[in-house]
Protein backbone atom coordinates (compact mmCIF):
# COMPACT_ATOMS: atom_id res chain seq x y z
CA UNK A 1 0.00 0.00 0.00
CA UNK A 2 1.14 3.26 -0.80
CA UNK A 3 1.55 6.29 1.44
CA UNK A 4 -1.07 8.30 -0.58
CA UNK A 5 -3.47 5.36 -0.20
CA UNK A 6 -3.25 5.69 3.60
CA UNK A 7 -3.44 8.88 4.00
CA UNK A 8 -6.73 8.65 1.58
CA UNK A 9 -8.30 6.00 4.06
CA UNK A 10 -7.26 7.48 7.46
CA UNK A 11 -7.27 11.06 6.34
CA UNK A 12 -5.58 14.02 7.63
CA UNK A 13 -4.13 14.26 11.47
CA UNK A 14 -6.26 16.36 13.38
CA UNK A 15 -4.74 20.42 14.08
CA UNK A 16 -3.27 20.48 17.65
CA UNK A 17 -5.43 22.29 20.11
CA UNK A 18 -1.87 24.33 21.15
CA UNK A 19 -1.52 27.79 20.39
CA UNK A 20 2.08 27.59 19.06
CA UNK A 21 1.97 31.16 18.02
CA UNK A 22 1.10 32.13 21.39
CA UNK A 23 4.14 29.80 22.88
CA UNK A 24 6.69 31.01 20.89
CA UNK A 25 5.63 34.64 21.11
CA UNK A 26 7.38 35.40 24.69
CA UNK A 27 7.77 38.56 26.30
CA UNK A 28 11.47 38.67 25.64
CA UNK A 29 13.50 38.13 22.63
CA UNK A 30 15.16 35.00 23.63
CA UNK A 31 12.18 33.15 22.75
CA UNK A 32 12.47 33.33 18.83
CA UNK A 33 15.51 31.36 18.90
CA UNK A 34 15.07 28.86 21.60
CA UNK A 35 13.26 25.23 21.01
CA UNK A 36 9.40 24.85 22.25
CA UNK A 37 9.31 21.45 23.21
CA UNK A 38 5.43 22.46 23.53
CA UNK A 39 5.62 21.97 19.56
CA UNK A 40 6.84 18.31 19.98
CA UNK A 41 4.51 17.41 22.72
CA UNK A 42 1.11 18.75 20.62
CA UNK A 43 2.48 17.21 17.61
CA UNK A 44 3.20 13.89 19.24
CA UNK A 45 -0.45 14.08 20.62
CA UNK A 46 -2.13 14.49 17.16
CA UNK A 47 0.20 11.62 16.36
CA UNK A 48 -0.86 9.17 18.91
CA UNK A 49 -4.52 10.07 18.15
CA UNK A 50 -4.74 9.28 14.02
CA UNK A 51 -2.29 6.14 15.00
CA UNK A 52 -5.07 4.67 17.50
CA UNK A 53 -8.09 5.02 15.26
CA UNK A 54 -7.18 2.44 12.63
CA UNK A 55 -4.71 -0.75 12.22
CA UNK A 56 -3.63 -2.39 8.58
CA UNK A 57 -5.48 -5.94 8.78
CA UNK A 58 -2.77 -8.22 8.55
CA UNK A 59 -2.48 -10.09 5.20
CA UNK A 60 -5.10 -7.83 3.14
CA UNK A 61 -3.35 -5.67 1.58
CA UNK A 62 -4.93 -2.11 1.75
CA UNK A 63 -7.55 -3.44 4.38
CA UNK A 64 -8.38 -1.45 6.99
CA UNK A 65 -10.05 -2.05 10.10
CA UNK A 66 -10.84 -0.60 13.37
CA UNK A 67 -8.17 -1.17 16.20
CA UNK A 68 -8.85 -3.61 18.77
CA UNK A 69 -10.91 -1.76 22.00
CA UNK A 70 -9.12 -2.08 25.13
CA UNK A 71 -10.85 -1.88 28.77
CA UNK A 72 -9.43 1.54 29.02
CA UNK A 73 -7.71 4.11 26.86
CA UNK A 74 -4.41 5.46 27.55
CA UNK A 75 -4.26 8.54 29.09
CA UNK A 76 -3.22 11.37 26.74
CA UNK A 77 -0.94 14.05 28.27
CA UNK A 78 -2.55 17.57 28.85
CA UNK A 79 -1.52 19.69 26.42
CA UNK A 80 -0.25 22.71 28.82
CA UNK A 81 2.17 20.45 31.02
CA UNK A 82 5.36 21.00 31.53
CA UNK A 83 8.72 19.08 32.69
CA UNK A 84 9.60 19.33 36.55
CA UNK A 85 12.12 22.39 37.47
CA UNK A 86 15.55 20.37 38.34
CA UNK A 87 17.86 20.75 41.11
CA UNK A 88 17.17 22.16 45.05
CA UNK A 89 14.20 24.57 45.74
CA UNK A 90 16.09 27.92 46.03
CA UNK A 91 16.44 29.20 49.67
CA UNK A 92 16.85 32.89 48.60
CA UNK A 93 13.88 34.84 48.10
CA UNK A 94 13.28 36.22 44.59
CA UNK A 95 13.55 39.99 45.27
CA UNK A 96 16.53 39.11 47.13
CA UNK A 97 18.02 36.90 44.10
CA UNK A 98 17.49 39.53 41.99
CA UNK A 99 19.41 42.47 43.57
CA UNK A 100 22.27 40.23 44.08
CA UNK A 101 22.02 39.07 40.71
CA UNK A 102 21.83 42.31 39.56
CA UNK A 103 25.14 43.34 40.86
CA UNK A 104 26.90 40.10 39.97
CA UNK A 105 26.01 40.38 36.33
CA UNK A 106 26.70 44.38 36.04
CA UNK A 107 30.05 43.88 37.30
CA UNK A 108 30.51 41.03 35.37
CA UNK A 109 29.79 42.88 32.49
CA UNK A 110 31.55 46.02 32.56
CA UNK A 111 34.91 44.89 33.54
CA UNK A 112 34.76 42.68 30.19
CA UNK A 113 33.25 45.92 27.98
CA UNK A 114 35.48 47.61 25.79
CA UNK A 115 36.86 50.52 27.40
CA UNK A 116 34.70 53.63 26.44
CA UNK A 117 31.38 51.61 26.72
CA UNK A 118 27.95 52.42 28.75
CA UNK A 119 25.00 50.57 29.30
CA UNK A 120 21.52 52.31 29.30
CA UNK A 121 18.04 50.38 29.76
CA UNK A 122 17.00 48.12 26.76
CA UNK A 123 13.30 47.69 27.31
CA UNK A 124 13.27 44.87 24.31
CA UNK A 125 14.60 42.29 27.44
CA UNK A 126 11.79 42.67 29.50
CA UNK A 127 8.44 41.51 29.25
CA UNK A 128 5.90 43.88 27.33
CA UNK A 129 4.16 45.91 30.07
CA UNK A 130 7.16 46.41 32.32
CA UNK A 131 7.87 49.60 33.72
CA UNK A 132 11.06 50.95 32.81
CA UNK A 133 14.39 49.23 34.23
CA UNK A 134 17.71 50.17 34.97
CA UNK A 135 20.05 48.94 32.44
CA UNK A 136 20.96 44.98 33.61
CA UNK A 137 18.69 44.90 36.51
CA UNK A 138 17.41 41.70 37.19
CA UNK A 139 13.70 40.70 37.68
CA UNK A 140 11.78 38.02 38.63
CA UNK A 141 9.56 36.61 35.66
CA UNK A 142 7.31 33.97 36.82
CA UNK A 143 3.80 32.71 35.78
CA UNK A 144 1.55 29.75 36.30
CA UNK A 145 0.89 27.66 33.49
CA UNK A 146 -3.09 28.01 32.10
CA UNK A 147 -5.16 26.69 29.28
CA UNK A 148 -7.53 28.98 28.11
CA UNK A 149 -9.60 27.04 25.50
CA UNK A 150 -6.42 25.08 24.82
CA UNK A 151 -4.72 27.95 24.47
CA UNK A 152 -1.31 27.23 26.57
CA UNK A 153 0.72 30.33 28.13
CA UNK A 154 2.77 31.27 31.22
CA UNK A 155 5.19 28.76 32.87
CA UNK A 156 8.07 30.22 33.10
CA UNK A 157 9.73 30.97 35.89
CA UNK A 158 12.63 33.01 35.65
CA UNK A 159 15.74 35.63 36.67
CA UNK A 160 15.90 38.22 32.82
CA UNK A 161 18.12 41.45 32.84
CA UNK A 162 19.11 43.36 29.69
CA UNK A 163 20.88 46.34 28.63
CA UNK A 164 21.67 48.54 25.37
CA UNK A 165 25.60 49.51 24.63
CA UNK A 166 26.54 52.01 23.63
CA UNK A 167 30.61 52.78 22.25
CA UNK A 168 31.26 56.04 20.17
CA UNK A 169 27.78 56.45 19.20
CA UNK A 170 27.60 52.58 17.99
CA UNK A 171 25.07 50.36 20.16
CA UNK A 172 24.05 46.80 20.65
CA UNK A 173 22.93 44.97 23.88
CA UNK A 174 23.37 42.22 26.05
CA UNK A 175 21.19 40.42 27.80
CA UNK A 176 20.49 37.32 30.53
CA UNK A 177 18.21 35.11 31.71
CA UNK A 178 18.74 32.29 34.45
CA UNK A 179 16.93 29.63 36.29
CA UNK A 180 16.59 26.21 37.34
CA UNK A 181 16.40 23.90 34.24
CA UNK A 182 13.77 22.16 33.31
CA UNK A 183 10.04 23.79 33.00
CA UNK A 184 10.19 26.07 30.88
CA UNK A 185 14.13 26.88 30.46
CA UNK A 186 15.42 23.74 28.49
CA UNK A 187 19.29 24.23 28.54
CA UNK A 188 20.62 22.10 24.71
CA UNK A 189 23.11 19.14 24.77
CA UNK A 190 24.27 20.14 21.72
CA UNK A 191 23.90 22.59 19.46
CA UNK A 192 20.66 21.92 16.68
CA UNK A 193 20.93 21.43 13.53
CA UNK A 194 17.67 23.96 12.93
CA UNK A 195 18.69 27.39 11.49
CA UNK A 196 16.44 29.74 12.40
CA UNK A 197 14.78 31.34 9.41
CA UNK A 198 16.84 34.02 7.70
CA UNK A 199 19.99 33.43 9.60
CA UNK A 200 23.38 31.77 9.11
CA UNK A 201 24.75 29.74 12.71
CA UNK A 202 27.53 28.69 13.48
CA UNK A 203 27.78 26.52 16.95
CA UNK A 204 29.77 24.90 19.34
CA UNK A 205 30.02 22.78 22.18
CA UNK A 206 32.09 22.40 24.91
CA UNK A 207 32.78 21.62 28.54
CA UNK A 208 33.66 23.87 31.46
CA UNK A 209 35.63 22.97 34.57
CA UNK A 210 32.63 21.27 36.60
CA UNK A 211 31.32 19.48 34.05
CA UNK A 212 29.04 22.48 32.21
CA UNK A 213 27.40 21.99 29.01
CA UNK A 214 28.34 25.31 26.85
CA UNK A 215 26.71 25.73 23.81
CA UNK A 216 27.67 29.04 22.36
CA UNK A 217 26.14 29.91 18.46
CA UNK A 218 26.96 32.80 16.45
CA UNK A 219 23.88 33.70 14.53
CA UNK A 220 23.99 36.50 11.65
CA UNK A 221 21.19 37.42 9.69
CA UNK A 222 20.93 37.25 5.84
CA UNK A 223 21.75 39.66 3.95
CA UNK A 224 23.69 41.77 6.04
CA UNK A 225 21.64 41.26 8.90
CA UNK A 226 22.61 42.00 12.86
CA UNK A 227 24.78 39.00 14.72
CA UNK A 228 23.67 37.36 18.01
CA UNK A 229 26.48 35.69 20.00
CA UNK A 230 24.39 33.22 22.13
CA UNK A 231 25.82 31.21 24.70
CA UNK A 232 23.92 28.54 27.04
CA UNK A 233 25.32 27.10 29.71
CA UNK A 234 23.92 23.92 32.34
CA UNK A 235 25.45 24.52 35.26
CA UNK A 236 26.61 21.65 37.14
CA UNK A 237 24.14 22.90 40.18
CA UNK A 238 21.10 22.34 37.30
CA UNK A 239 21.34 26.04 37.16
CA UNK A 240 20.69 26.91 33.32
CA UNK A 241 22.12 30.52 32.20
CA UNK A 242 21.64 32.16 28.79
CA UNK A 243 23.40 35.03 27.78
CA UNK A 244 23.38 36.68 24.59
CA UNK A 245 25.19 40.05 22.86
CA UNK A 246 24.39 41.40 19.91
CA UNK A 247 25.63 44.32 17.48
CA UNK A 248 21.69 45.92 17.25
CA UNK A 249 19.69 46.93 20.35
CA UNK A 250 16.79 44.62 19.29
CA UNK A 251 18.02 41.93 16.93
CA UNK A 252 14.59 40.49 16.61
CA UNK A 253 13.44 43.63 15.02
CA UNK A 254 16.40 45.80 13.57
CA UNK A 255 17.33 44.86 10.31
CA UNK A 256 20.49 46.23 10.42
CA UNK A 257 23.56 45.91 12.78
CA UNK A 258 24.57 49.43 14.62
CA UNK A 259 27.82 48.20 15.38
CA UNK A 260 30.67 46.16 13.37
CA UNK A 261 30.20 43.38 15.92
CA UNK A 262 28.42 42.58 19.13
CA UNK A 263 30.03 44.01 22.32
CA UNK A 264 30.92 40.71 23.98
CA UNK A 265 32.83 37.64 22.43
CA UNK A 266 31.19 34.25 23.12
CA UNK A 267 34.45 33.64 25.52
CA UNK A 268 33.55 36.21 27.47
CA UNK A 269 29.89 35.23 27.48
CA UNK A 270 30.97 32.27 28.84
CA UNK A 271 32.96 33.33 31.45
CA UNK A 272 30.20 35.36 33.07
CA UNK A 273 28.02 32.25 32.40
CA UNK A 274 30.30 30.23 34.85
CA UNK A 275 30.73 32.98 37.33
CA UNK A 276 30.20 31.64 40.59
CA UNK A 277 27.97 34.05 41.40
CA UNK A 278 25.49 33.26 38.62
CA UNK A 279 23.63 31.05 40.35
CA UNK A 280 20.74 30.72 42.68
CA UNK A 281 21.58 29.71 46.12
CA UNK A 282 19.82 26.32 47.32
Same mark, same amino acid.
Given at each position: ??????????????????????????????????????????? $??????????????????????????????????????????????????????????????????????????????????????????????????????????????? $????????????? +???????????????????????????????? %?????? +??????????????????? $??????? %???????????? %??????????????????????? %????????????????
Amino acid at each position: MTKERIDEIIGAAPLSTVDVEAIVARERKTAWLRPNPWVATAA $GVAAVAVGAAFVLAPGTPGAVSPAAATSSAPELPEPCKIPTLMGPVPTEKPVDAATRLTGVLTTAVTTRLATGTTLTPNAANYPTGDPGRGPLQVVHSARPVTNDGGTCSG $GEDEFVAGAATVR +SGKKGSVQATLGRMGGRLNMPADCVDQTPVGM %EQVCHR +SFGPKGEVIVATTLTGKGG $GPSIHRV %EVARADRIGVIL %EASNAVDAKHDRKPDSPVPPLTL %EQLAEIALDPGMTLYP
